[in-house]
């Protein structure tokens, strides 16, 4: 199983990022793809998941500025982010849980400058 995130960079705040999420071998389709991230001396948060059936949910600090999709057919999952902040300075994760079990991916990093 293999999630490779990608589309992190150094943006200025009040920009946008697009984080990609692609994932092989697992059955995509029928997985929660969720976005994560942690800052230095943070604990890792969930940012933002969206269900096989396409429903998204999102942590607070995000909502109405992030927003997730899925292509199944491509095997991704985007998180849109506008509306940058330094606070959102992380290394952003992605991983695909079913039934109690998860995968994870190495993380793209997002710096957000004031």
């Known amino acids: 199983v293999q999630l490779q995130a990608s589309g992190g960079g150094l943006v200025q705040a009040g920009g946008s990022l697009r984080l990609s999420c692609a994932a092989s071998?697992?059955?995509?389709?029928?997985?929660?793809i969720g976005w994560y991230r942690q800052a230095p001396g943070k604990e890792r948060e969930l940012v933002g998941d969206?269900?096989?059936?396409?429903?998204?949910k999102y942590a607070d600090s995000v909502k109405g500025r992030f927003v997730l999709s899925r292509d199944n057919a491509r095997r991704r999952v985007y998180l849109g982010m506008n509306s940058l902040k330094p606070e959102d300075t992380a290394v952003y994760y992605c991983?695909?849980?079913?039934?109690?079990?998860?995968?994870w991916g190495q993380g793209t990093q997002v710096t957000v400058s004031s």
């Open positions: 071998g697992i059955n995509f389709s029928i997985h929660t």
């Open positions: 991983n695909a849980e079913r039934q109690g079990r998860a995968f």
């Open positions: 969206i269900s096989s059936g396409g429903i998204t």
